[in-house]
């Protein structure tokens, strides 16, 4: 008999936030507060500590440059840092936001800025503008989404995480996950309350005995996984992010 279960992870959903202020520090610090408020859990990543000049609201270290605040981690390197290893191995929340001078080439990129009027048409090719200006008067021709306060890009950012999550999950409103739809398990997990995997529809087992497949419908499939989960993670020398098990047995 052999049994294989693959465990899907999480995609990280990353908003690239460019910052066109010098008030970088008050700009983060207003909106990790606002992320703070709403319960959102998120892993900011910057390229390097002296853009913050030490005026974060939270206590920090050079060393080590993994920054734990109240329900968020900063994650900083001195000179340059490869995203996808970042996101692979310090990021443990749904949602990362990556503080850059420049558009990436994945995730959702946002400007902000003091004044969206003081700027010509460079600033349509963002998904979304921060605008901070006092005065919300009428902003000019405007080609993409604008966002008058920290609250709004809360939202907007959560809404779009929202919708990315739900793509990843099959939709079917089973309620073997505990919840009567999959947008009430995806508010959990970015919430960071649940994870994706408890979904049994987001996990594939597939059973073989004496060679030949068994059907398993959802609810063994979410029994086998629990089981086997709980029983690996039970054991010495299992990494924590379990992406996939393999296990045989033979009888004699």
Request: aromatic share 8%; proline share 4%; net charge positive.
């Amino acid at each position: 008999m052999s049994l294989n279960l693959k465990v899907k992870s999480l995609k990280k959903i990353v908003f690239n936030l460019t910052i066109l202020s010098n008030d970088v520090a008050e700009i983060i610090n207003n909106l990790a507060q606002k992320l703070l408020i709403k319960g959102v859990p998120v892993t900011f990543i910057a390229s390097n500590n002296d853009m913050f000049s030490g005026k974060l609201s939270f206590k920090f270290k050079v060393k080590p440059q993994i920054v734990i605040g109240k329900d968020y981690i900063v994650v900083f390197e001195k000179i340059s840092y490869d995203i996808d290893k970042i996101l692979t191995s310090y990021v443990k929340t749904p949602i990362a936001i990556v503080l850059s001078p420049l558009k990436w080439r994945y995730g959702h990129n946002i400007v902000v800025v003091k004044n969206y009027n003081t700027y010509g048409k460079e600033l349509d090719s963002y998904e979304a503008i921060i605008n901070l200006c006092s005065n919300k008067g009428e902003m000019g021709r405007c080609k993409t989404t604008i966002l008058r306060s920290y609250e709004d890009a809360v939202e907007w950012m959560f809404n779009k995480a929202l919708d990315s999550l739900l793509r990843e999950l099959p939709g079917a409103n089973c309620g073997l996950c505990g919840y009567s739809l999959c947008k009430e398990l995806a508010e959990n997990v970015l919430y960071g309350r649940e994870d994706i995997s408890k979904c049994p529809l987001a996990i594939d087992v597939k059973l073989l005995v004496n060679n030949n497949a068994i059907r398993l419908s959802p609810y063994p499939k979410s029994v086998i996984k629990e089981v086997i989960l709980a029983l690996v993670r039970s054991l010495k020398g299992v990494p924590e992010d379990i992406k996939e098990v393999r296990l045989e047995v033979k009888l004699k």
